[in-house]
């Protein structure tokens, strides 16, 4: 009964749910009409007279705006030159050189040639046969030894040591110069100009519609539900009799039948949603674009150029020979015996004997004579005598003048235009719209309507 209780109440709130989205939906976005106040659905005052009454004026505001200005600066930059200087020595060619010379060779010449010869082979026929034969084996059983076994080897004992050595070093001074050059500059001048700007401003315009809206009440109804029906044992009152034959009352129960008996009924408060429709004024506003000119100011910049003067520094580079004097590691190495043991190898033998009964093969071998016939080779030699010519080389030494170049570096300055970037503030007038309303006129005494916010 305790569960029975809270399903109407909560198939209630499904009714309500549904019905309120519907209401919702019927509002036109507002969640219901009775957070309005009675005065927001009465009549306003004329839209006319309320549009004469309302005036647009202009505002000046000053607002900061940042400008990226470029700028141009002078800055030198320092190149290196590699310059090549030509410096003369001598060195020695050698060249090798060939001379012809003749000699005599004795060329043999072989010559094969072949003869038949005839012989008899005695061509053998095997056949093989087994008998068994009992012997003693003796079987080697290997040992693997080891004995110390002493060994010198040379041992390479190597030492770093060092030679003074001289050599000239040209060693760079650099100097300070300055000469005057002429740069160009760029001032900005700024301009301030005004142009004409249309823009479109979106005015409001409010209208009154009658809307049906769909709402109701809940009205509670009581219904009687009958009981059930169930089967029910119900036994009759039993008689006592006379028996005449013992002069005693007896006792006779009566008998068990089945009845139907119907349970008692149970009341049910039920709740019904009665809808009804309503029919209410609504006011909805709508924007309309008008187009207003302006005066827009800009800024026009122009780049005036002007010329100045001024000492840029440039350095010069002349060497000096200067003899200084190194370190030059050599290394010596020097042989030192050592002596070392190792462990060698070596197998010892110790027979066993043993009986062994196998079988063992024999050949019997029966000859067959044939005639057959084969060629011999044999070689004939000849010389002959020949000429011929080799390339017998020999070595000559000339010694020839050269130039190599040697590369020497000189850094040379030159000016460079950098054009940078900085954030200048700009104050810019802006006009803003803003919207005036006069008094309300007397003879209108209904208050402004007022916008409806769902819950």
Excluded at 232 to 251: L, M, Q, R
Excluded at 296 to 316: G, M
Excluded at 317 to 324: A, L, N, P, Q
Aim: glycine share 2%.
């Amino acid at each position: 009964m305790k569960n029975a209780t809270w399903i109407p109440l909560l198939a209630a709130a499904l009714i309500m749910a549904c019905f309120g989205e519907q209401a919702q939906a019927g509002y036109l976005g507002a969640g219901s009409y009775n957070c309005c106040p009675t005065e927001a659905c009465t009549s306003c005052g004329d839209y006319c007279a309320a549009k004469e009454c309302s005036s647009t004026c202009y505002k000046t505001v000053v607002e900061t705006v940042w400008e990226k200005q470029n700028y141009t600066c002078q800055k030198t930059v320092y190149d290196t030159i590699c310059e090549k200087v030509p410096v003369q020595y001598t060195k020695n060619v050698y060249k090798t050189c060939y001379r012809d010379e003749c000699y005599t060779v004795c060329k043999p010449v072989y010559n094969t040639c072949y003869r038949d010869v005839c012989y008899k082979v005695c061509r053998p026929v095997y056949k093989t046969c087994y008998r068994t034969v009992t012997c003693k084996r003796r079987r080697p059983v290997y040992n693997t030894c080891y004995r110390d076994v002493c060994y010198t080897v040379c041992k390479p004992v190597y030492n770093t040591c060092y030679r003074d050595v001289c050599y000239n070093v040209r060693r760079p001074i650099c100097e300070t110069h300055y000469r005057d050059v002429c740069c160009t500059i760029y001032k900005t001048n700024y301009k301030t100009c005004y142009r004409d700007v249309c823009r479109t401003v979106c005015k409001p315009v409010h209208t009154w519609h009658d809307v049906e809206v769909c709402c109701g009440e809940w009205k509670t109804t009581t219904e009687h539900c009958p009981g059930p029906v169930v089967e029910k044992c119900v036994c009759e009152p039993g008689t006592w009799e006379y028996d005449c034959s013992s002069c005693c009352p007896i006792y006779k129960p009566g008998c068990c039948k089945t009845v139907k008996v119907q349970c008692p009924g149970t009341t049910i408060c039920r709740r019904i949603w009665c809808p009804k429709t309503v029919t209410r004024k609504v006011c909805c506003t709508t924007y309309k674009r008008e187009c207003v000119q302006e005066r827009v100011p800009y800024t026009v910049c122009e780049r005036v150029p002007c010329t100045i003067t001024k000492r840029v520094p440039y350095t010069c580079v002349r060497y000096e020979c200067e003899t200084r004097t190194k370190k030059v590691p050599y290394t010596t190495c020097k042989m030192v015996r050592e002596c070392r043991t190792r462990k060698v190898p070596y197998t010892t033998c110790c027979w066993k004997e043993e009986c062994v009964t196998k079988q063992v093969p024999y050949t019997t071998c029966t000859m067959v004579s044939e005639c057959r016939t084969r060629k011999v080779p044999y070689t004939t030699c000849s010389y002959e005598q020949k000429t011929c010519t080799r390339k017998v080389p020999y070595t000559t030494c000339q010694q020839v003048c050269c130039t190599r170049y040697v590369t020497k570096r000189k850094c040379v300055p030159r000016t460079v235009c950098v054009t940078k970037t900085r954030c200048v503030p700009r104050q810019v007038c802006r006009k803003v719209p803003v919207t005036v309303c006069c008094p309300a006129p007397k003879t209108c005494t209904a208050p402004a309507p007022k916008t409806c916010v769902s819950n």
